[in-house]
């Protein structure tokens, strides 16, 4: 995060499906899952506790993941 004050905060939400070329030939295209990922700034006197970061996800008030996470997650 920019500035003073405040902590990155970086959490792991749900399971989501992926979808993984492997890279030698011949190629194979394989299914599976990955946690969904997300970071964002807080100031550094209100850092999330593992429940309150649970109450966020359960309540559907979880920030957006970042944008890089769309190469590899399945919408």
Do not use: C, Q
Not at 30 to 53: H, M
Not at 60 to 75: F, R, V
């Amino acid at each position: 995060a920019s500035g003073y004050g405040f902590a990155l905060e970086e959490g792991v939400g749900y399971p989501t499906s992926i979808l993984v070329v492997s890279p030698l030939a011949p190629y194979h295209l394989t299914f599976g899952a990955v946690y969904t990922y997300y970071e964002f700034p807080v100031p550094a006197n209100e850092r999330l506790t593992d429940e309150a970061w649970r109450e966020m996800l359960e309540s559907g008030k979880a920030p957006a993941m970042p944008e890089w996470t769309n190469s590899y997650i399945i919408p």
